[in-house]
């Protein structure tokens, strides 16, 4: 038989039981529902996650340190990594190079310092960043108030929410409900800061000993000089974000950011740059890490991989997200089975109503097969009516699915939105999940219907059409 | 054989059993539905098979419908050994060289009459605009254009059984097969039902098996009279050429 014919032959016999059948494609539609239900649960909670990852600007980063310091990352690192006696020095030479990498975006140096702001005459000690001016774009500033630095150059600082409670003296008790950041902004931006830091100057033109290079610096102990000098810089506060002062993100970790050019022309002294000294390697600044913005998430392994090859210790939060991806295809395979286990309970369903279907149009089939119907046509029809009750079934049940899911996202952001937490989409159903339950229905239901299909087929005509 | 002789076999022979057996169990017993017949219908010929109920003349017609295998013996008809043909080619004949029709009409409720006498075209896959065309005709040649829209529940007996004729006769097989036609028709519409039988019989020269327990309407109608008991061939005579005048000259 044709297929259309096969379609609109299988619809009449659905139609005929309307009730029976209505209610087995009901079933259906309730075990695709509950298999999206934890599907999309499982994707949400996944986007959820990676939305906050994201945020932290960690995806596309890749921070580079030399095995000069002591700072590896872990013990595989000091295993493998290369040698501490051989490894490069991270300075302004090595970042060109790492930035001149294929699908680097760029590669700034991380810049941190402990410095001490004065604000109404009132001195603050704390930790100061800089920002290359691709940070605008970050997730993490979205909820700032004021606005970015107007160029990479500016004298314009942006603080952190909890540094400007400082500022004004309304650090909440614990517990105590948060001043918005809105409130804290209003009668800070636009005003003026003095950084008070310590220039490091290198002494100018300094003869450097002639037969001797960069490279073989190691006993220059003569080019190693420079000074510190106290300085003070006016900064105009221009923002105030929300940043989480302890998130994972590496600058973050400061209360206050500084533009980074800004940053690298004040030659501030840095903590790391005390050990430099005891080490005399240059008179030029070294670099205690690099961050490396990466074009595309995707490609942060290669360019890891690239910048391993140079000699460097490299860190990104690929590393992390790996063990979470497992953790997250174990909860999948979790939620999947418990979704399935009522689409399971469902195709039962199937195979009952259709060998019940079976004893009730025996005589039909008697009566098909006596006119000429081939095993292969009654096969077909019985499989297009469970294909049929699949189909229906998991378009309904998809549906289902995504009107729980509102109802649940709904519920849910009502309740965050009374612990005036921002709403949170933890409930997603991709095209391909939409795509995948259909088909999954449609597989289960043919599934179901092989065996009432294979015995409608072997029914013995001269029997079925004995039968009243 | 020759090409030429075969063309002839089928021409003359439309339907030949050899010693045909049809024995099957029902607990202890063996029932022996079909013991060794062996008979020949030439093509064009208007059979009635006869017999008391159980002698095994449904059984008989079953085999020859394919729709039932013989234990032993062979059953030929229009040259293909049905003892031999896969259950899918028995479906295929059943579908193209024969045509059935039932003592109880056997059309599906569900359909109306148009969508019944379409459904062998369906699974011979017909294209649906010659589909429609065919079986309007093959209605409008059993009298019941006007009726195709109605479903079988919706007619009388007679319309039902003319329904079921002009499905059977829906792929022009070579062979009509009746069991019992009139057995649950009153006896005007039943001498209606034999009388398009026997137009099909004479006008397009189809072979007609039929089966019944009615001596008077086989005698009426057919050429030849096979009697059966105990599922064995008891009597094969022709039907008096006078007898048959008779039942022609009958007519009013």
Known sequence: MKIPDLAELALRNLRESVLRNSLTTVGISVGVASLVAMLSLGTGLQQLFSRRLAKSGLFDTVFVSSRRELRGMGREDERKGPNPGESRVLDEAARVEIERLPNVAEAYPDIRFVSELRYDDKPHLTMISALPGSAKSNDAFDGMQGSFFSSDAAAEVILQKSFAEELLGKTPALGAAEPSVAELARPLLGKELTMRYAQRETPSPAPAPIGHDASSSDDSVAGAAYSVVSREQKLKIVGISDLDPESMRGPTRAKVFLPLALAESLHIMQPTDLREISRAASDQPVYSSISVRVKNPAQVQGVEDAIKKMGFITFSILDASHSLQQVFRVLYAFLGIFGSLALAVASIGIVNTLVMAILERRREIGIMKAIGASDGDVKALFFAEAGAMGLLGGIAGVALGWAIGQVINFGTNIWLKSQSLPPEHFWAVPLWLVGFSIGFAVLVSLLSGLYPAGRAAKLDPVQALRYE | ?252
């Open chain 2, 1 to 252: 054989m020759t090409p030429a002789s075969v063309a002839a076999s089928v021409t003359l022979t439309a339907i030949r059993s050899e010693n045909l057996c049809r024995h099957y169990r029902m607990g202890e017993t063996l029932i022996r539905a079909v013991d060794g017949v062996s008979l020949e219908v030439r093509s064009g010929e208007f059979v009635a098979l006869l017999g008391s109920s159980g002698s095994g003349k449904s059984s008989m017609l079953n085999l020859v419908a394919g729709l039932d295998r013989p234990t032993s013996g062979s059953v030929i008809v229009q040259d293909r050994d049905l003892a031999k043909l896969s259950r899918e080619e028995l479906a295929k004949y059943r579908l193209h060289v024969v045509g059935m029709v039932f003592q109880s009409f056997n059309l599906i409720p569900s359909m109306t009459l148009a969508e019944n006498v379409e459904l062998p075209l369906r699974f011979a896959e017909v294209d649906r605009s010659q589909r429609d065309k065919l079986s309007r005709e093959a209605l409008e040649r059993v009298g019941l254009r006007a009726r195709m829209k109605h479903r079988p529940s919706e007619l009388s007996g007679g319309e039902q059984q003319r329904a079921a004729l002009a499905r059977a006769l829906i792929n022009r097989p070579k062979v009509l097969l009746a069991d019992e036609p009139t057995g649950n028709l009153d006896s005007h519409t039943g001498t209606e039902i034999m009388d398009m039988i026997r137009d099909l019989n004479q006008q397009l020269g189809m072979t007609v098996v039929m089966v019944t327990h009615e001596r008077a309407l086989a005698e009426r109608y057919a050429q030849r009279l096979i009697f059966l008991a105990d599922g064995k061939l008891v009597d094969d005579r022709p039907n008096g050429p006078t007898s048959f005048r008779d039942a022609q000259g009958g007519q009013p």
